[in-house]
């Protein structure tokens, strides 16, 4: 599953501009872009995949060309995959890449308990 080249320097380029540190790393066919050890979003094909924050899940799944994200098949509250047409601009990329940022300072991981 091969990520869109373009829309990753983008997002790197953005994010320079921002002042924002990150890793960025290949991930299962994605790359990813991490933010104060958080996983904020990524690249999956054409799509941007999105972590956000609890309070913006809902208001940002009515936004045209945001839908659930279900890569497992199974739908991962929290995460959003974005399509192409909603960053064509950088102003827009920059808007979506805000969210995860925001996610990256405010949000907390959920721990997993061993069964």
């Known amino acids: 599953m091969p990520f869109d080249e373009n829309t990753y320097l983008r997002i790197k380029k953005l994010l320079i501009l921002k002042g924002i540190e990150f890793v960025d790393k290949k991930m299962f066919g994605v790359i990813a872009f991490m933010l104060n050890d958080k996983m904020c979003f990524g690249v999956m094909k054409e799509q941007i995949m999105l972590r956000v924050l609890d309070e913006n899940y809902e208001a940002l799944l009515h936004k045209n060309h945001f839908h659930t994200m279900d890569?497992?098949?199974?739908?991962?509250?929290?995460?959003?995959?974005i399509e192409q047409e909603a960053f064509v601009s950088d102003l827009a990329l920059s808007e979506i890449l805000d969210y995860g940022i925001e996610f990256s300072i405010n949000g907390v991981l959920k721990?997993?308990?061993?069964?």
């Open 111 to 115: 721990s997993k308990k061993n069964k």
């Open 71 to 81: 890569f497992t098949g199974k739908i991962m509250k929290g995460f959003l995959l």
